[in-house]
């Protein structure tokens, strides 16, 4: 593996930016490790898989278009699925599919996080829609607030028009 032979403090790594749990030792969101756009880091990025590692984080879900990132998992043995968040006519395929996934993962005891390029209307349109879908909140409005408080972001309507899709879901129950 690359570069784990680390010693010292940076030995535990670095907690990714805009960290938040969403569902307690189960389910977290952050930004892309390493950051965004210009300022995406390399060694930062390794800093922060190590810290996912670290941490005992069984699963990296990248929500990402282009598959970044997705080799550093590989080199540093860090498990992933990536399901890009296509908007418009495929949006409620890929929302059902990417939550199915996150409950045969949970229920597998396995701790996730997730992550777009920054913490946003994407990942936070995801969350909240998920706990809808999920049954674990009611309603989509209460799900957004929830959300809001835990992440200390307000939704737009890109992530509202995620809940709403995913509110129309068949639940999971179903």
């Not at 936070?124 to 879908?133: E, H, I, P, T």
């Amino acid at each position: 593996m690359a570069q784990m032979a680390m010693r010292g403090k940076w030995a535990e790594g670095i907690k990714p930016r805009h960290f938040h749990w969403i569902l307690k030792d189960k389910l977290a969101v952050c930004e892309r490790p390493g950051g965004y756009g210009p300022h995406h880091r390399r060694v930062r990025r390794m800093e922060e898989i190590i810290w996912i590692r670290r941490n005992n984080f069984d699963r990296v879900v990248s929500l990402i278009d282009a598959p970044h990132n997705l080799h550093n998992y590989d080199e540093y043995e860090l498990r992933y699925v990536h399901r890009p968040l296509a908007h418009g006519d495929h949006l409620a395929r890929v929302l059902e599919t990417t939550y199915r996934d996150f409950n045969n993962l949970l229920q597998a005891k396995e701790r996730l996080i997730v992550h777009h390029e920054e913490l946003g209307d994407v990942v936070c349109g995801a969350m909240a829609g998920y706990l809808v879908w999920s049954g674990l909140i009611d309603l989509p409005p209460r799900a957004i607030t929830v959300i809001e408080h835990i992440t200390g972001r307000v939704l737009g309507p890109e992530g509202r028009d995620i809940v709403s899709t995913a509110a129309a879901l068949p639940s999971a129950g179903a």
